[in-house]
């Protein structure tokens, strides 16, 4: 099977590496303390490279589908990694980011769209929706890695705080679009094995998925667990709840720059 696409489709987009500049610049930053807001510096990182593991979500998606058989995703622009060319913008990268802002939960978006017919094979089909949260897994493992290489001693004390709170939203990411509801990437991998029947019964309701699972949220005793469970796997990494805590502190700048021992700004 052919997977041909023209070398303007696969052109990595300015709009991508402006945004891995502005991350590995932020990054520089929060390393060395260059900037005189410690807490503005990692708001950059974070949310720069929020968005570019969105992006890499979202090509994950395309690339694998392209793999699959669908030859369309290079028309639409998906192989350049250029947010602008995803379906939902809005979806996919304007509301994560806010709710990062908001909430340090690191919010599924929206996929890019996909032609079905051109797939064939369930296990295609499943693999084009996993690909996504399993680039939220791999760049969660690549963050952690200082973590648990046991070499976190020698990074500067703020930039472990903002890897590590960047890493949570990796994995809260992960977990959420992990879930079997429809409209997210977990009912995305286990549709193609089931029934006609129950696939036209739940289509209706894949629009209303993500917003189902943000409500369950609100709820005291599942939001706890939800982020118990986080902690959990984050610990596995070697990341603690005191590295997550001031990473988000130091992400929220406009609320001033947090004073805590052992860091000085």
Known sequence: MTTAVSRRERRISPVFLGLV?????????VWTDYSASPGFAVFLFVVSGWIVSLCLHEYAHARTA??????SVGAKGYLTLNP??????????VLPVIFVIMGGIGLPGGAVFIEQHRIRGRWKHSLISAAGPLTNV???????APFWLGTVDRVPEVFRYALAFLALLQVTAAILNSLP??????????EPWLSYRVRRQVEPYAPFGLLAVFGVLWIPEVNEGFFR?????MGALGVTEWDTYWGQEFFRFWQGEPQF?????
Do not use: E, R
């Not at 602008?84 to 990268?93: C, D, E, R, W």
């Not at 509801?181 to 286990?190: E, F, K, R």
């Not at 021992?261 to 700004?265: A, N, R």
């Open 84 to 93: 602008l060319k995803y379906t939902h913008v809005a979806l996919s990268i």
């Open 261 to 265: 021992p052992g860091v000085s700004v």
């Open 229 to 233: 469970a986080v902690d959990a796997i």
């Open 21 to 29: 500049a502005i991350m590995c610049v932020s990054a520089w930053a």
């Open 181 to 190: 509801v429809p409209g997210l990437d977990g009912y995305g991998v286990i």
């Open 138 to 144: 791999l760049f969660a493992a690549l963050l952690t």
């Open 66 to 71: 392209l793999h699959g058989g669908d030859l």
